[in-house]
């Protein structure tokens, strides 16, 4: 099962190089299922590889003239401090045993995987969407601090408590809320992936145990992979992989939920 984790490793980052998010959606079925970690410890493990990852494309993104730095920063101010709170606070005061439905523990690892699940179809809706967000140029001047505040906050959250970057929230948030044009939000989303993951590893990675070795090995995979995916990304039509990705994000959320729903019943 490894070598199809570490196959999948690369998946991770490409899919980062070429649309600018849905690694994180990769990252935890990879961690859980491929390489049998607990679903709260994979939350730590799947922040770091995303945020590492991330930032090498964003650095490569930035030199390309990619990157509307004042937004990226202004959007990650407050889905980063969420984050961080998240991690140090919330997620740690969350009992392991929740309830029951019927003679069923309802556990936070099982509601990690749950929630997880419905993000991924979420998600894959947003990829597969024929649409495509449209700039508004009166955005830049007329930036709607309140909902910016909202979005950012549940990013945070979402990226606190399931290990994931949001990158399929952020930029149409970018390019609706921000008026950032679609390659800037795509070089953003890195950026703010890239900050909400790293300081979130950080706001609880001292309590937990990590396999640097395997953690080291993952990362390296998946930089090599967005590596990959920027060099795809300039010869590939960007809307047919985005929605092919989404179909497949679609088949493993569908996967993870009937698998873990299927534990009440069986």
């Known amino acids: 099962m490894h070598l199809f984790g570490y196959i999948s490793s690369l998946a991770i980052g490409i899919s980062l190089g070429l649309i600018g998010g849905g690694g994180s959606i990769l990252t935890m079925p990879v961690m859980v299922y491929l390489f049998g970690l607990a679903p709260i410890t994979a939350t730590s493990y799947s922040l770091f590889i995303v945020g590492s990852t991330s930032l090498v494309g964003a650095v490569r993104q930035y030199r390309q003239g990619a990157i509307n730095i004042k937004m990226a920063l202004l ?11 998240t991690r140090k606070y919330l997620l740690p005061s969350i009992p392991d045993h929740i ?15 749950v929630l997880f699940a419905l993000i991924m179809l979420l998600s894959s809706f ?6 495509s967000p449209q700039a508004n140029p009166d955005a830049r001047h007329m930036i709607p601090f309140g909902k910016l505040a909202g979005f950012g906050i549940g990013i945070g959250l979402i990226s606190g408590l399931l290990g994931v970057g949001g990158g399929f929230l952020l930029i149409p948030s970018l390019v609706l809320l921000l008026g950032v044009p679609m ?6 989303s890195l950026l703010v992936i890239a900050l909400n993951s790293l ?3 950080l706001g609880n990675a001292q309590g937990i145990a990590l396999d640097w070795s395997l953690l080291s090995m993952v ?16 010869k590939i039509p960007a809307a047919r992989l985005k929605k092919g ?6 088949a493993i959320g569908v996967y993870v939920l009937i698998r873990e729903t299927g534990r009440m019943i069986w």
């Open 183 to 188: 390659k800037e939000a795509v070089g953003s």
């Open 245 to 250: 990705f989404g179909w497949f994000v679609l």
């Open 126 to 131: 947003f990829m597969m969407r024929h649409d």
């Open 219 to 234: 990362t390296l995979l998946a930089i090599i992979g967005i590596l990959t995916g920027t060099y795809l990304n300039r």
């Open 199 to 201: 300081i979130g590893f």
């Open 75 to 85: 959007f990650a101010t407050v889905s980063v401090l969420t984050v961080f709170l």
């Open 99 to 113: 309830g029951t439905i019927g003679h069923f523990p309802i556990t936070s690892s099982w509601l990690t995987m």
